[in-house]
């Protein structure tokens, strides 16, 4: 029971004065886990950005490096050199445009196919962006990593999605060939005039 001092003032109550503080440890928990989830939002989107960055950039220089074709050959393989070279070019010009792209190398390697094996441009590039929240528990770098492997292909080999065609492509003929004609048909007992 809480009564009055000397100075006419309310003393608190004992059990009262024992809780001060107490929130303390639980508003500290809490903004920590407030702060880890923001960090885990901001720095994920920037981590899963960065990854989407790599990977474009090694599939368009493996693009560029698939280009440099034999044409005198049927197979269409690569000219292992000029595909090098030009996948090079490629991640030079994306360095120079582009600081955070920190990697980017071409090389050749061999594709085993059911058809036979086939030289195509691999392709590896690094991205790597500062951290915003992240830096608070010492990681003030995200690194992404993306690989691409291209080789030219002649034409095209194989339905894209294994769909079979279920009905054929359409008719077309001359206007007198068709069975109908293309003015409206004539219904009985419904007379039309002109306006």
């Avoid at 070279?85 to 600081?99: G, K, N």
């Avoid at 080999?157 to 003015?183: F, H």
């Avoid at 048909?185 to 005039?193: E, F, R």
Wanted: proline content about 9%.
């Amino acid at each position: 029971m809480s009564g009055r001092n000397r100075w006419g003032r309310r003393e608190p109550d004992p059990e009262r004065r024992d809780q001060r503080g107490s929130i303390t440890p639980f508003v500290v928990i809490v903004s920590l886990g407030i702060l880890m989830l923001a960090a885990l939002v901001i720095d994920g989107g920037r981590q899963l950005n960065a990854k989407g960055r790599a990977i474009a950039y090694a599939q368009e220089a493996a693009r560029a490096g698939a280009q440099a074709v034999d044409l005198t050959d049927p197979r269409l393989d690569l000219l292992p050199g000029r595909a090098v070279d030009a996948a090079d070019t490629y991640c030079d010009q994306a360095r120079a445009a582009d600081p955070q792209l920190v990697r980017c190398t071409a090389r050749i390697t061999t594709v085993h196919d059911p058809a036979g094996d086939f030289l195509a441009v691999r392709v590896t590039a690094r991205v790597q962006v500062d951290a915003i929240l992240l830096g608070i528990v010492d990681r003030p770098v995200l690194r992404a990593t993306g690989q691409a492997l291209a080789r030219p292909v002649s034409g095209i080999s194989s339905a894209d999605s294994g769909k079979q065609a279920t009905i054929g492509p359409p008719r077309v003929g001359l206007p007198s060939d068709m069975p109908y004609s293309t003015a409206p048909p004539d219904l009985p007992g419904i007379s039309v005039s002109p306006c």
